[in-house]
C-alpha cells in the first residue's frame, strides 16, 4: 500500500508560479510517481510523471517547457514546479503512483486525495 498526500496548491495570477509537494508514505520503493489534474467538467487528464530513480521524466504536450517534475526519495517526496501558469492549468492536481516504468499506458495504482491550483487572468 501507497499513501499520498498533496499540497502547495492556492490562488495565483496568470503567469506566476506554484510548487507543488507530494508526500508518499507505505512501501514506496521502486514506485514512479506523476500527476494529473481534473478541470471542473472535464475529465482527469496526465500531466507528467517520472521514474524512480528520477532519470526519465514524461510530460504532457500542454505543459512541456512550463512544468518540471522531480523527486527527492530520501524524503520520499514528489515536485512539480509549474511556472508560466495560465487559467487553463485551473484545476485539482493529483498525485499518482505505479509500480511499473513510464510512460504509463494505464492508470496509476495509487493515488493522492488533490489539491486545487486556480489560476486567474
Known amino acids: 500500500q501507497v499513501q499520498l498526500v498533496e499540497s502547495g496548491g492556492g490562488l495565483v495570477q496568470a503567469g506566476g508560479s506554484l510548487r507543488l509537494s507530494c508526500a508518499a508514505s507505505g512501501r514506496t520503493f521502486n514506485y514512479a510517481m506523476g500527476w494529473f489534474r481534473q478541470a471542473p467538467g472535464k475529465e482527469r487528464e496526465f500531466v507528467g510523471a517520472?521514474?524512480?530513480?528520477?532519470?526519465?521524466?514524461y510530460y504532457a504536450d500542454s505543459v512541456k517547457g512550463r512544468f518540471t517534475i522531480s523527486r527527492d526519495n530520501a524524503k520520499n517526496t514528489v515536485y512539480l514546479q509549474m511556472n508560466s501558469l495560465k487559467p487553463d492549468d485551473t484545476g485539482v492536481y493529483y498525485c499518482?503512483?505505479?509500480?511499473?516504468?513510464?510512460?504509463?499506458?494505464?492508470?496509476?495504482?495509487?493515488w493522492g486525495q488533490g489539491t486545487q491550483v486556480t489560476v486567474s487572468s
Open positions: 517520472i521514474s524512480w530513480s528520477g532519470g526519465s521524466t
Open positions: 499518482a503512483a505505479a509500480l511499473r516504468a513510464i510512460p504509463w499506458y494505464s492508470l496509476p495504482d495509487y
